[in-house]
């Protein structure tokens, strides 16, 4: 089955970059998630990417996929203290339920 | 269209108490998923609809819980004679087609004491 592990937390000071990557085992085509949650809400979609593609960038937002090594990052640009939240990566199969399994979530903590 | 909704946004029930959860997904989304997140966890994946049929269901749905989406479009979760191991949030998501990102509801939080 799919398996989907990132590291628990990530410290940064204000203005720095955030990276937090991820691992994931499903080696069948599919598509790759990066998901936000504020402390007592849902879950909301920063961006995503189809395995196909290797780089993915959304203003502050950048998404590095490296297959081979089934390794995904999510690169903040100049974090803010509002960026402070729970990251979550996911992946989903490219067909069928397209069910998206989920990791235990990075804590990223911004400090002035 | 306000996204996805879900209610009540708490519940505090007594073991044995049965519990049931409302999800009016997007409207146009004909794809309904539900997942249960206990603390320091990710989601987990409970069940899923495309339209009214249930077609998926994770072996964390015991026999006590149930999901409908009679007219494929809002959905309930039941769980009968709750536990204490059921407190968790309890989100919904909907999504219009496969694999293109799901929108999440602000979930169902359960305590049951």
């Known amino acids: 089955g799919e398996d989907v592990e990132q590291s628990l937390f990530l410290s940064v000071r204000e203005g720095d970059s955030s990276v937090i990557n991820c691992t994931y085992t499903?080696?069948?085509?599919?598509?790759l998630y990066w998901y936000k949650q504020e402390p007592g809400a849902g879950l909301q979609l920063l961006t995503y990417i189809f395995s196909n593609m290797d780089m993915k960038q959304d203003q502050r937002l950048t998404v590095l996929l490296n297959k081979k090594d089934k390794h995904l990052s999510l690169r903040i640009a100049d974090t803010q203290t509002g960026d402070s939240a729970i990251y979550f990566c996911?992946?989903?199969?490219?067909?069928?339920?397209?069910?998206?399994?989920f990791g235990r979530g990075t804590s990223l903590i911004v400090h002035p | 269209d306000t996204g996805v909704s879900q209610n009540p946004r708490h519940k505090i029930t007594k073991r044995g108490q049965n519990v049931t959860f409302r999800c009016d997904p997007i409207?146009?989304?004909?794809?309904l998923y539900w997942y249960r997140q206990t603390l320091g966890q990710g989601p987990e994946f409970l069940t899923y609809?495309?339209?009214?049929?249930?077609?998926?269901k994770s072996r964390l749905l015991s026999d006590r819980f149930s999901a409908e989406r009679p007219k494929g479009s809002f959905s309930t979760l039941e769980i009968q004679r709750t536990e204490q191991g059921d407190s968790a949030m309890y989100l919904c998501?909907?999504?219009?087609?496969?694999?293109?990102?799901?929108?999440f509801g602000s979930g169902t939080r359960l305590t049951v004491v």
């Open positions: 499903d080696s069948s085509s599919t598509y």
């Open positions: 998501a909907s999504s219009l087609m496969g694999g293109r990102g799901y929108t």
């Open positions: 409207s146009e989304h004909n794809r």
């Open positions: 996911a992946e989903s199969p490219a067909r069928g339920s397209y069910i998206p399994t």
């Open positions: 609809f495309q339209n009214e049929a249930q077609l998926e």
